[in-house]
């Protein structure tokens, strides 16, 4: 189980009101470099990019290197316009994208 | 391999620094005396990876608050929270914020992209430092200038590493 | 040299310590922050490997009966399970903790290839089941077959052993709270395992924790799941009598 994703925010907010998303994520986030015990080195392999979007609209975007941490935290704001999905977009070195919805209610 | 008690060779930049450390706690008298690392020659000065980020402009220091822990307790996962005074208007807002540990294998850390939609220009994660070491922050404005902050932070290390 | 006069201060201590007062958990030596993003679910990466090792229980491996079908409504009927462990198993008079249970269960009724300690499935499944049990005390059987398993564990305890020269009760009793680079010397409980810690990027068990505490005084490393290291446990288990298991909880 390489990916695994914790996200924790309201599920309603007033209309421009202002809300934390805080994200959770299992991943190894391996920065490679280390001898692999071959003769090589293990490559990296890190999720290197987070991205949001709010009912199909940008709001977030986080680059990451290797110097997020292993199983890393993030949180981040958004301002409640509308009822709405916020999808989630993590992208792997490699290639591979995982993704999670969370839904917001705007009252 | 590791080895125990002694500080293990894979965080080897400032060794003889962490055995000053390892009296004074071991001693109960706290860490006064903060370890002065050597900067790898072969990294870039902090002035140049900044300039990378700013274009050459000279970013004005405050209007960020950078939480991150003084002594870290392990550099494997170091929570950190950056706040930046803005309205975060459409017209006047933060663009991106960018975090560089100037002694990790790789300088960059993060750089959290926002715009107006975001309210606030507030973010936090975990980082990864390999060293005791001085973590910057730069962040850039949609008016076209550049702020920063810095913290200096002590890594400290396990008291028994089992090599895994 | 430096190395010499720490060790040196360390032992030193041990002449002044008090120790023998009421055994506290380890997370009671935590750091402020650490004990913090411990107790908040939003923050604590060991609850990744609870959720899985659920998702693993509900499971059937193969053509074989998922844990959940001989153990339904596990957050009742495996409720207290964990306290119990390890325990002298009826059938084969030997000591068990919950992996080896969890094991015996995956070989013999799943009759499945066995996890293998520390693999990642065993880790989940062993930290889903201790955490169905979180703030229930401690409480292993001692007396009868478990005995002898007790007093090796004891003995284990209270023996100077490795190139330092130290005993674990020498740590876990005497210095308590004292310093040791960048740690705090605890009861060495042990009562959060599996934990993630910070210095694994990962959650591991027990007797990973007992492999670092050996190496770190030189002394030899018992395989995982060793009876030495077993009878250990109980001995912890048997001192840690009444404390709560925090599983998942974080050290550093």
């Known amino acids: 189980m390489a990916f695994n994703a914790r996200i924790s925010m309201p599920a309603e907010a007033r209309a421009g009101e202002i809300i934390e998303i805080r994200v959770l994520t299992r991943h190894p986030m391996d920065r490679g470099g280390q001898s692999d015990g071959k003769g090589g080195t293990v490559p990296r392999k890190i999720l290197n990019r987070l991205t949001a979007t709010y009912s199909g609209e940008p709001i977030f975007r986080l680059d990451m290197y290797t110097g997020v941490s292993a199983n890393p935290f993030v949180s981040f704001t958004t301002r ?5 999905d916020i999808i989630f977009e993590w992208r792997e070195d490699g290639g591979a994208v995982f993704t999670r919805t969370a839904r917001l209610t705007v009252t | 391999m590791s080895l125990p008690i002694s500080p293990p060779s894979r965080h080897s930049e400032s060794a003889p620094s962490r055995r000053d450390i390892v009296v004074g706690a071991a001693a109960g008298i706290g860490l006064a005396a903060l370890p002065n690392a050597v900067m790898a020659a072969t990294q870039p000065a902090l002035s140049e990876l900044i300039a990378r980020l700013t274009d050459g402009a000279v970013p004005e220091r405050g209007r960020i608050t950078l939480e991150i822990p003084a002594l870290v307790e392990n550099g494997n996962s170091v929570d950190t929270r950056i706040v930046v005074e803005s309205p975060m208007t459409e017209a006047d807002h933060v663009r991106w914020i960018h975090l560089i540990a100037e002694k990790n294998p790789f300088p960059d850390m993060a750089r959290f992209h926002l715009g107006p939609r975001s309210g606030r220009a507030e973010v936090a ?34 008291a028994c590493i089992d090599g895994g | ?54 998702g693993l229980f509900g499971r059937k491996p193969g053509a074989s009966q998922a844990c959940s079908q001989c153990h339904a409504e596990p957050e009742k009927s495996l409720r207290g399970a964990a306290t119990h462990y390890p325990q002298v198993d009826a059938g084969t008079g030997q000591l068990l903790n919950l992996e080896g249970r969890i094991e015996q269960c995956r070989v013999e009724r799943q009759k499945q290839p066995a996890f293998g300690y520390e693999s990642g499935e065993l880790l989940a499944l062993t930290s889903y089941v201790a955490s169905l049990s979180r703030g229930l005390p401690m409480d292993v059987e001692t007396r009868g077959p478990a005995q002898p398993f007790y007093n090796a564990g004891r003995a284990f305890f209270e023996r100077r052993q490795g190139q330092l020269n130290l005993s674990c009760k020498q740590c876990h009793d005497g210095l308590v709270g004292q310093k040791l680079r960048g740690d705090t010397i ?11 810690r910070l210095e694994w990027n990962g959650v591991g068990s027990l007797h990973r924790r007992l492999r670092a505490c050996s190496l770190g005084v030189r002394a030899t490393q018992f395989d995982y799941g060793a009876p030495e290291y077993l009878a250990l446990e109980l001995y912890l288990a048997a001192r840690a009598r009444g404390l709560p298991i925090e599983t998942p909880a974080m050290r550093r």
């Open chain 1, 80 to 84: 409640a316009l509308e009822t709405g």
């Open chain 2, 125 to 158: 994660t975990t980082l990864r430092l390999a060293t005791s070491q001085k973590v910057t922050v730069v962040a850039a404005l949609s008016t076209g200038g550049y702020l920063t902050s810095d913290a200096d932070v002590v890594v400290t290390l396990s």
């Open chain 3, 186 to 196: 605890s009861h060495g409980a042990g009562t959060g395992y599996p934990a993630y």
């Open chain 3, 1 to 54: 040299m430096r190395l010499k006069l720490a060790l040196g201060l360390l032992i030193a201590l041990l002449g002044t310590a008090a120790g023998g007062e009421e055994i506290t958990s380890g997370s009671a030596f935590l750091s402020p922050d650490l004990r913090r993003q411990q107790d908040d679910p939003t923050r604590n990466p060991g609850w990744f490997w609870v959720e899985q090792g659920q």
